[in-house]
């Protein structure tokens, strides 16, 4: 009977013992099984496009550059002293953006060139002078193998839009005769940079 007894409380104590360690371990693995079950979110933003803009100068729609544009209506020949012609030039902004623009006048070198003088203005052109708008640049002489700045505070343009220019250029009535049978070339080089 002791025998028995001996067997089943050694029976009863070490299987009690696996089943103390097995619940140990289910306890254990429940934690660790909880921390992985953590939850996550991701978001992601994208955003739009990005382009550049541009400039593009035209004079009475013509690119002029790289050949310059012809401003054949601005020429005259055997002048006298007093005598003036004029002529129009639309300036253009064909591009997408605005720009502010200025003007440099660069003739070839003659002893003729200081004895032009220049105007410029938003008027009209009877061939012969300016007349109305705003005057840009007053009766500015040109400057024999150099540049003469007609506009030099710069005009802005919107894009889309343009404006007329009326240049008159006239030989000074003062003029002395050693111009005479003198020549003299003169190229109006436009410069746009954005606004």
């Known amino acids: 009977?002791?025998?028995q007894f001996g067997s089943r409380a050694r029976a009863a104590l070490t299987g009690s013992r696996p089943?103390?360690?097995a619940s140990l371990g289910i306890v254990l693995g429940?934690?660790?099984i909880g921390t992985l079950a953590a939850w996550s979110d991701t978001a992601t933003a994208t955003s739009g496009v990005f382009s550049t803009g541009s400039i593009d100068l035209q004079l009475n729609g013509n690119q002029g550059n790289p050949d310059a544009y012809a401003?054949?209506?601005l020429t005259k020949t055997?002048?006298?002293p007093g005598n003036s012609v004029a002529a129009t030039l639309p300036v253009q902004n064909t591009g997408t953006t605005q720009f502010?623009?200025?003007m440099v006048a660069n003739a070839t070198s003659s002893a003729l060139a200081p004895q032009l003088?220049?105007?410029i203005s938003t008027g009209t052109s009877n061939g012969t002078t300016c007349a109305g708008g705003t005057v840009i640049a007053n009766n500015l002489p040109l400057v024999s193998g150099g540049q003469t700045n007609l506009i030099p505070t710069a005009?802005?343009?919107a894009n889309g839009t343009s404006e007329t220019l009326c240049f008159q250029v006239a030989l000074d009535s003062a003029a002395p005769t050693s111009v005479q049978n003198q020549t003299v070339n003169v190229s109006f080089n436009f410069n746009a940079t954005t606004a």
Do not use: D, E, P, Q
Request: glycine share 4%; aromatic share 8%.
């Open 30 to 32: 429940l934690g660790a």
């Open 100 to 102: 502010n623009y200025t």
């Open 71 to 73: 401003f054949a209506t």
């Open 1 to 3: 009977m002791s025998r």
């Open 78 to 80: 055997n002048m006298l």
């Open 117 to 119: 003088k220049v105007l």
């Open 19 to 21: 089943r103390a360690i």
């Open 155 to 157: 005009r802005t343009l």
